[in-house]
């Protein structure tokens, strides 16, 4: 095992290889070098401990050097990269959520960049709040009479449950005790807070006696939980929001709802169409919703409605445990100002031009593209253009059908499995899907301004595929 160890290049002499291989890399700090060489070689020391490797010829640096030299290039670029999103979910959480709009980006370069005023009071030169920077804007976009921000709509609704429910009970439909992805789960958010959960009505239908009937005197709360990632049809039916809001005034009880992706403009997608924030508002004390779903923007945790209860919010502990960042905030306002305007916002902030582009241009852009597969990729790939749906995303607008056109590619060696899993190590990697024999790209989600880097991550694609089947 010694003479095993010691047959292990040293780093001298792999940096000299690899200077050699690629030149480039005179540009790396030779300390990260060091390091990535010496990484490397740790799983072999591993290998050798537990008898993987028994022999010298298993670790001669030749024999390495193509993968050494992939290993460094690869641990020496950032490992937070841009992809492709072609899958035409506008709102993917795996690949964080909304795009910012233009007006967001510089915002958030210019906070990066500088000084602010993040928690300075300008006309005093004293230490002001953050929450001041967006809260009139965000009073104003949504009819409220007044907002909080923190960090994402899972805080938003564990701080409101912490205010105001902690140690009472709080009454939910069974139609609404949602889990979102990622384990996030309405009754274990409440018992985390000591808030107790009063289930009522079944799960395909809750009526207002169901509310009333539960009522006792340690209720402090009704709350209603948007059915983000599902839909209960057929024989169902939910108590509108109005019926609850005067049940809740009436029994002294205050009306909370978590909207989850919550929308300020409203959509026509075959006729379906969900509340709006601005709605919602005038009837429940506080709302929360996301940033980061359907409004576009960062990810932030929005809570809108009365101002004396907004106040409780901000002086809870937890606030502070909770609070978002001046990047955040940054992208936030710059959003928000998008809303000033509801015609502009569906231009100008991607995640609402995703949802509302019209489909013959989605038409247009698939066959764009598949004019340039077909020539780039002649005798390698069948191309096709195909009617297709695509999806808003998190768990907004779940059943609603997006019309959209795909370009489908069906490579004559290989298969469109292994085409789209190749696509993940492509640079940019490209995230697509598969249906029936074809990988689909949506252009829903594809920048125009990409297709440049589309066209070269599938020419990579076709090209290693090829060479490993030669
Ligand atoms: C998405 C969602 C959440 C969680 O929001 P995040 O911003 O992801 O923390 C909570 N409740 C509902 C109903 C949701 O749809």
């Not at 799983?43 to 490797?53: D, P």
């Not at 909080?148 to 139609?175: H, K, M, P, W």
């Amino acid at each position: 095992m010694k003479q095993l160890f010691a047959a292990i290049p040293g780093v001298d002499k792999c940096k000299q290889s690899l200077l050699a291989q690629d030149p480039s890399l005179q540009n790396m700090s030779s300390e990260l070098l060091r390091i990535l060489i010496t990484q490397y070689w740790d799983n072999y020391r591993q290998k050798i401990k537990s008898g993987q490797i028994t022999s010298i010829t298993e670790l001669e640096l030749q024999h390495h050097l193509p993968n050494l030299l992939r290993f460094v290039q690869k641990g020496q670029k950032p490992r937070f990269k841009k992809v492709l999103n072609a899958t035409g979910i506008v709102i993917h959480t795996n690949m964080g959520r909304s795009v910012l709009s233009h007006a967001a980006q510089q915002a958030v370069q210019l906070a990066a960049a500088n000084y602010s005023n993040l928690e300075l009071d300008l006309s005093t030169g004293l230490r002001g709040s953050r929450y001041a920077l967006v809260e009139h804007l965000l009073a104003q976009v949504t009819g409220a009479e007044a907002g909080l921000v923190v960090n994402n709509n899972a805080a938003a609704v564990l701080l409101l449950l912490d205010t105001f429910c902690a140690g009472s009970e709080v009454i939910v439909s069974r139609g609404e005790l949602v889990e979102i992805g990622g384990s996030f789960r309405i009754p274990a958010v409440m018992s985390k807070t000591g808030a107790i959960l009063r289930e009522v009505g079944t799960t395909n239908r809750t009526h207002l006696e169901d509310y009333a009937a539960a009522i006792t005197p340690q209720t402090k709360a009704l709350m209603r939980v948007h059915t983000s990632n599902y839909r209960i049809i057929g024989f169902h039916s939910r108590v509108p929001l109005e019926d609850l809001a005067k049940l809740a005034a009436e029994r002294g009880l205050l009306l909370l709802e978590d909207l989850g992706s919550g929308s300020l403009v409203h959509f026509d997608i075959n006729g379906l169409d969900e509340p709006t924030v601005q709605e919602t508002v005038r009837y429940a004390d506080v709302v929360t919703f996301s940033g980061d779903k359907v409004l576009g923007g960062p990810q932030a945790g929005l809570l809108v409605g009365k101002a004396a209860l907004i106040q409780k919010l901000k002086a809870n502990q937890l606030t502070r445990a909770l609070r978002c960042d001046k990047l955040c905030l940054a992208a936030l306002e710059a959003t928000l100002r998008c809303y000033l305007d509801q015609q502009g916002a569906k231009a100008e902030v991607p995640t609402l031009a995703g949802i509302t582009v019209k489909p013959w241009d989605l038409a247009g852009q698939s066959s764009r593209l598949a004019r340039g597969f077909t020539q780039a990729l002649e005798g390698k790939c069948e191309v096709s253009v195909r009617d297709a749906v695509s999806r808003v995303g998190g768990g907004a607008f779940p059943q609603a059908d997006l019309p959209t056109s795909l370009v489908c590619l069906q490579p004559t060696k290989v298969s469109a499995a292994e085409l789209k899993a190749k696509l993940l190590s492509t640079e940019p990697p490209v995230l697509g899907y598969l249906d029936q024999d074809a990988f689909c790209l949506d252009p829903r989600t594809l920048a125009e301004a990409d297709y440049p880097l589309l066209f070269q991550a599938i020419m990579q694609a076709f090209a290693e595929l090829e060479a490993a089947h030669s």
